[in-house]
C-alpha cells in the first residue's frame, strides 16, 4: 500500500509514475511473449518442413533401415550432436517401435518420444505434434513429429526432427534484454514528461498560494490572479472571507471604542469626586477606581490586540518602532546621563499593528530605563523562519532566575518604592501571546537584565 502523501504534486507524481511503470511493464512483457511465440513459430515450421522432406523421399534398403534418399542439406544433421536431428521409428500395433534410421548427428544416441505426444501423433495421424525434451550433450530440444504410412514394406513409421532450442532461447533474452533498457529509458523520459506536466498542471494552484501569502504578509488586500475557471470560484470565496474578516475586525473595534467609553467616564467621575475628600472611604475607594482603570485599559488592550491580531496582513517596520523609542527616551532619561542606543537589521517586518509593538517595546524600554545605571541598549534581527527578535539590554542590577520567574506574573512588583502598577511585564506577555510570540529574561551581557521579544515576522 502506498503511504499518502501531504503533498499533491507528490501524490500525483508518484501515482502517474507507477501506473506508467507498470504498462511498461506488462507491455515489455507482452511483446517479449509474442517475440518468444514467432521464435518458436518458426522453429517448428523449419522442423515440419523437414519431416516432410523425409517423408517424401523416405526409402527402405536391404537391411530393413529406412532413411530419406534425399536428406536435409544442413551439414549439422552430418554431424556429431551439432544441434539438429531427425530419426524413423516403427509403429507397431500402435506402439512405439524400434529406430528405423537417424541422422550422422545423433552418433548413438536415440531421440526420446513422450508417450502423451505420440498418442496425440496416433490421434491426429498425419498431423503434426510439437514438444521439448533434453537430446543428445544434455541439449534442450525442440521436437516435432508426424505419424504416416507409406507404401510398400515400410508400412507406419513416425518421423522425428528435433533442434537444440537453446539459440532461440538465447535470442529471445537478447530482445528481452533490449526491450527492458528501451523502456526504460522510455519510462524514465515519461516520468520526467509527468513531472513536468503535472508542474504546469498545478501551476495556478501555486500561484494561488503565493497570492494568498501575499495577502498573508500585507502586501496585497486580495487574492489577485488570472486563475482558470476551476480555481476562480475559490479564489472569488477567500475574498469574500478576507472582505468578512476585515468587518467584523472593524465592529470589535468599534465595540472596544464603545466599552472603553462606557466604562472610562463613570470610573473617572468615581476618581474625580474621591479626590475631593481625604475621608478613608475616599482614599478607600480612589485606589480600587485607579486599580479599575488599569485592569480596564490593561483588557481594553489586550482585546484590540486580539482584533488587530486576527486581521489577515497587519505589518509594520521594526526598525522604524525602535529608532523611534530610542529617539523618545533619550530625551526622558537623557537629563538622567542615561543613554539609550539603538541596533537593529534592516528591512526586519512585524506581523502585526505597530502600535503593539510600540506598546511591547515601549515598556521593556522604559522599565530598563528606569533601572539602569548608564546605558540601554535595543537590538532587533531576525531570530528564525517565521520570526523577529527585539533584545532590551541594560546595565543595572539585574535579577536572578527566581526574580525573573516572579517578574512577569501580573501585578507583582520587585520594588514597591519604583513607580509603576506591576502590570508592564505582564501587559508585554499578553500582548506577545495573542501573536503567537513570547517574551524571555534572562541575564544580560552588560551585567543588567535582558528582555528579549520573539514575534512573528520577517526580513524584506
Not at 534442450?140 to 504410412?149: A, F, M, N, S, T
Not at 474621591?274 to 478613608?280: A, I, K, L, N
Not at 523577529?388 to 525573573?404: I, L
Request: net charge negative.
Amino acid at each position: 500500500m502506498i503511504k499518502k502523501s501531504r503533498s499533491l504534486l507528490r501524490r500525483l507524481v508518484v501515482t502517474a509514475t507507477i501506473w506508467t511503470l507498470l504498462a511498461l511493464i506488462a507491455v515489455a512483457i507482452a511483446l517479449t511473449t509474442l517475440f518468444q511465440n514467432s521464435v518458436l513459430r518458426a522453429l517448428d515450421d523449419r522442423l515440419e518442413a523437414v519431416t516432410l522432406t523425409i517423408i517424401a523421399t523416405a526409402d527402405q534398403d536391404e537391411t530393413g533401415r529406412v532413411a530419406p534418399s534425399q536428406p536435409p542439406q544442413d551439414s549439422r544433421y552430418d554431424r556429431a550432436f551439432q544441434g539438429m536431428y531427425w530419426q524413423i521409428n516403427d509403429i507397431d500395433n500402435g506402439r512405439l517401435g524400434p529406430v528405423l534410421g537417424e541422422s550422422e548427428s545423433l552418433v548413438d544416441e536415440v531421440i526420446f518420444v513422450e508417450p502423451q505426444a505420440f498418442e496425440s501423433a496416433l490421434e491426429n495421424f498425419g498431423q503434426p505434434a510439437e514438444f521439448n525434451v533434453k537430446g543428445p550433450d544434455n541439449q534442450l530440444l525442440r521436437v516435432i513429429i508426424r505419424g504416416v504410412e507409406l507404401p510398400g514394406a515400410v508400412g507406419r513409421i513416425l518421423v522425428v526432427a528435433a533442434e537444440d532450442r537453446r539459440p532461440a532461447d538465447a535470442e529471445v533474452r537478447r530482445f528481452a534484454l533490449v526491450s527492458v533498457g528501451i523502456f526504460l529509458v522510455f519510462g524514465i523520459v515519461l516520468a520526467v514528461g509527468v513531472i513536468f506536466q503535472v508542474r504546469i498542471g498545478l501551476a495556478p494552484v501555486f500561484a494561488m498560494r503565493d497570492a494568498v501569502a501575499e495577502v498573508r504578509e500585507g502586501r496585497s488586500e486580495r487574492v489577485v490572479g488570472d486563475f482558470p475557471i476551476e480555481l476562480q470560484p475559490l479564489g472569488d470565496e477567500l475574498n469574500s472571507l478576507l472582505v468578512h474578516s476585515r468587518e467584523v475586525v472593524e465592529r470589535a473595534r468599534t465595540h472596544v471604542g464603545n466599552l472603553a467609553h462606557a466604562l472610562k467616564t463613570p470610573i473617572a467621575v468615581l476618581l474625580n469626586e474621591s479626590e475631593t475628600s481625604d475621608t478613608e472611604l475616599a482614599g478607600l475607594v480612589r485606589r480600587q477606581t485607579q486599580t479599575m482603570s488599569r485592569q480596564v485599559d490593561h483588557h481594553l488592550r489586550r482585546a484590540r490586540a486580539a482584533a488587530h491580531a486576527k486581521a489577515i496582513g497587519a505589518r509594520c517596520d521594526v526598525g522604524a518602532v525602535v529608532e523611534d523609542m530610542t529617539r523618545t527616551l533619550n530625551k526622558i532619561y537623557g537629563r538622567q546621563n542615561k543613554v539609550v542606543s539603538a541596533h537593529y537589521d534592516s528591512g526586519l517586518e512585524f506581523r502585526g499593528e505597530r502600535q503593539d509593538l510600540e506598546e511591547m517595546v515601549g515598556n521593556l524600554s522604559d522599565n530598563a530605563c528606569k533601572w539602569a545605571d548608564r546605558r540601554v541598549l535595543i537590538s532587533a534581527g531576525v531570530a528564525d523562519a517565521g520570526q523577529v527578535f527585539v533584545r532590551v539590554d541594560d546595565d543595572g542590577p539585574g535579577m536572578d532566575a527566581e526574580q525573573r520567574k516572579m517578574a512577569l506574573q501580573r501585578g507583582v512588583r520587585l520594588d514597591e518604592e519604583a513607580p509603576g502598577s506591576g502590570l508592564g511585564l505582564s501587559i508585554v506577555v499578553d500582548l506577545a501571546g495573542v501573536y503567537g510570540g513570547e517574551l524571555k529574561l534572562a541575564e544580560s551581557d552588560n551585567g543588567g537584565l535582558r528582555a528579549e521579544l520573539l514575534l512573528p515576522g520577517r526580513s524584506r
